[in-house]
């Protein structure tokens, strides 16, 4: 019998990336996207090449999701960026893929707080002023003390719980998306010359700055969100007949490339023969019973929320979302993931075939080792699903008016553990 599952008013909300067609002219960086290239908040100022290095085979990765996030009450403009090489066998290793959050101040914001605080300075002035006239009065003997208030005002605040995902900059009402009528980022100076560059990079502490030009790219994709609906179905027990079948397929699969090694197995290479599981994975199932209401869904979204996961949660998996954030030391906290039906919309196994050496023959198969097999039949990541962690204070590193890239927690949940 089954049951009827209904989502209640106190149930935070959860948003779905849809699919929503091809991206034409990929440069807008207020959008919600899959693949294309990286919009950054300051082009002037982009990170360094280290953030979208593979720490495995330290080749350039793929940008597979880009989306602009500000959370409610928070004066920065704010970006999340998800990399992932697509090389096969640099999947289940760390370092295979990658994410960054990047700040930066609302310039409007910026110019209103300074003006603020030019008043209450000169404020504190007079006071100063009259309070030494006043001692001057009276004799040396009166002691008013220092009235000025050395405080910087509210930048480090921690934000509410909200967020802006998949909204446009002229439909959020956050104070960080009230942005002038010029476009952001959009200079009124004069360029800065390459030296001046260098410096402003070199201060921030990035070396070596990504090359966009450089960077391989999948074609881009719009995303629409919606709200996740989940009072309109009725839970069906999943017949997961079809993905034993395809277990049974990869077993007997792994055993013809053993044979073809000439009785050699795979042993002491990280992505070997699965260790295949004795039952289907009870997270597998909730996971496909909950993902049937919104096949097509391609990111899940809800800052603070609850993530729904591929499978059980290893040790180290588990160690790593509850361990602080390591700028600040605030707590982590679930953003958003990402979803399998990305590798069906972006072209990963085609990308992945075109920089892969030929395929050997049969012949060629029975004399070589299993790691040649494997990169020649390079067919591009894989995951189930990725989990993002985030600081929970939200926190800016470097000057208030600088941009900033942190380093954020992916955890990457595969088919077969």
């Given at each position: 019998?089954?049951?009827?599952?209904?989502?209640?008013?106190?149930?935070?909300?959860?948003?779905?990336?849809?699919?929503?067609?091809?991206?034409?002219?990929?440069?807008?960086?207020?959008?919600?996207?899959?693949?294309?290239?990286?919009?950054?908040?300051?082009?002037?100022?982009?990170?360094?090449?280290?953030?979208?290095?593979?720490?495995?085979?330290?080749?350039?990765?793929?940008?597979?999701?880009?989306?602009?996030?500000?959370?409610?009450?928070?004066?920065?403009?704010?970006?999340?960026?998800?990399?992932?090489?697509?090389?096969?066998?640099?999947?289940?290793?760390?370092?295979?893929?990658?994410?960054?959050?990047?700040?930066?101040?609302?310039?409007?914001?910026?110019?209103?707080?300074?003006?603020?605080?030019?008043?209450?300075?000169?404020?504190?002035?007079?006071?100063?002023?009259?309070?030494?006239?006043?001692?001057?009065?009276?004799?040396?003997?009166?002691?008013?003390?220092?009235?000025?208030?050395?405080?910087?005002?509210?930048?480090?605040?921690?934000?509410?719980?909200?967020?802006?995902?998949?909204?446009?900059?002229?439909?959020?009402?956050?104070?960080?998306?009230?942005?002038?009528?010029?476009?952001?980022?959009?200079?009124?100076?004069?360029?800065?010359?390459?030296?001046?560059?260098?410096?402003?990079?070199?201060?921030?502490?990035?070396?070596?700055?990504?090359?966009?030009?450089?960077?391989?790219?999948?074609?881009?994709?719009?995303?629409?969100?919606?709200?996740?609906?989940?009072?309109?179905?009725?839970?069906?027990?999943?017949?997961?007949?079809?993905?034993?079948?395809?277990?049974?397929?990869?077993?007997?699969?792994?055993?013809?490339?053993?044979?073809?090694?000439?009785?050699?197995?795979?042993?002491?290479?990280?992505?070997?023969?699965?260790?295949?599981?004795?039952?289907?994975?009870?997270?597998?199932?909730?996971?496909?019973?909950?993902?049937?209401?919104?096949?097509?869904?391609?990111?899940?979204?809800?800052?603070?929320g609850q993530p729904l996961?591929?499978?059980?949660?290893?040790?180290?998996?588990?160690?790593?979302?509850?361990?602080?954030?390591?700028?600040?030391?605030?707590?982590?906290?679930?953003?958003?993931?990402?979803?399998?039906?990305?590798?069906?919309?972006?072209?990963?196994?085609?990308?992945?075939?075109?920089?892969?050496?030929?395929?050997?023959?049969?012949?060629?198969?029975?004399?070589?080792?299993?790691?040649?097999?494997?990169?020649?039949?390079?067919?591009?990541?894989?995951?189930?699903?990725?989990?993002?962690?985030?600081?929970?204070?939200d926190c800016h590193q470097?000057?208030?008016?600088?941009?900033?890239?942190?380093?954020?927690?992916?955890?990457?949940?595969?088919?077969?553990?």
């Amino acid at each position: 019998m089954s049951k009827k599952n209904k989502q209640t008013k106190n149930e935070p909300c959860v948003l779905l990336g849809i699919p929503d067609g091809d991206i034409e002219a990929d440069n807008d960086v207020y959008v919600t996207k899959l693949g294309g290239l990286p919009i950054w908040l300051e082009p002037s100022k982009p990170p360094s090449s280290k953030v979208c290095q593979c720490r495995i085979c330290h080749k350039p990765m793929y940008l597979i999701f880009q989306s602009y996030v500000p959370l409610q009450g928070s004066p920065y403009h704010r970006v999340l960026y998800v990399w992932a090489c697509n090389r096969r066998s640099c999947m289940r290793k760390d370092g295979s893929f990658s994410v960054i959050r990047s700040h930066i101040i609302d310039k409007d914001y910026l110019k209103a707080q300074r003006q603020k605080e030019e008043e209450n300075r000169k404020k504190e002035e007079k006071k100063k002023a009259a309070a030494a006239k006043q001692q001057q009065a009276f004799g040396n003997g009166f002691q008013l003390g220092d009235l000025w208030d050395n405080s910087s005002g509210s930048f480090g605040s921690t934000p509410s719980l909200g967020n802006g995902f998949g909204m446009k900059k002229s439909l959020t009402t956050t104070a960080a998306s009230a942005v002038a009528s010029t476009a952001f980022g959009a200079s009124t100076e004069k360029d800065t010359n390459q030296a001046d560059l260098v410096k402003q990079l070199n201060e921030l502490g990035i070396e070596d700055p990504v090359d966009v030009a450089n960077l391989p790219q999948f074609p881009g994709q719009y995303l629409y969100i919606d709200e996740e609906q989940t009072d309109t179905y009725e839970s069906m027990t999943i017949d997961l007949s079809r993905y034993k079948e395809y277990l049974d397929m990869e077993k007997d699969m792994l055993m013809d490339i053993d044979a073809g090694n000439s009785g050699e197995t795979w042993q002491g290479e990280t992505y070997e023969k699965q260790h295949l599981p004795k039952g289907v994975d009870k997270q597998f199932k909730k996971f496909t019973e909950r993902v049937e209401c919104a096949p097509s869904q391609c990111v899940r979204y809800e800052f603070n929320g609850q993530p729904l996961f591929y499978s059980a949660l290893r040790p180290q998996d588990q160690q790593r979302m509850t361990s602080p954030c390591k700028y600040c030391k605030a707590p982590r906290v679930f953003e958003f993931q990402l979803m399998p039906n990305i590798l069906s919309i972006l072209p990963t196994t085609e990308f992945a075939s075109k920089e892969s050496a030929a395929k050997p023959n049969d012949g060629q198969i029975k004399h070589a080792d299993a790691k040649t097999v494997l990169d020649s039949w390079n067919v591009g990541m894989e995951f189930g699903t990725i989990l993002v962690f985030v600081c929970q204070k939200d926190c800016h590193q470097g000057a208030i008016d600088d941009v900033s890239y942190m380093e954020e927690t992916a955890i990457v949940q595969y088919e077969v553990d």
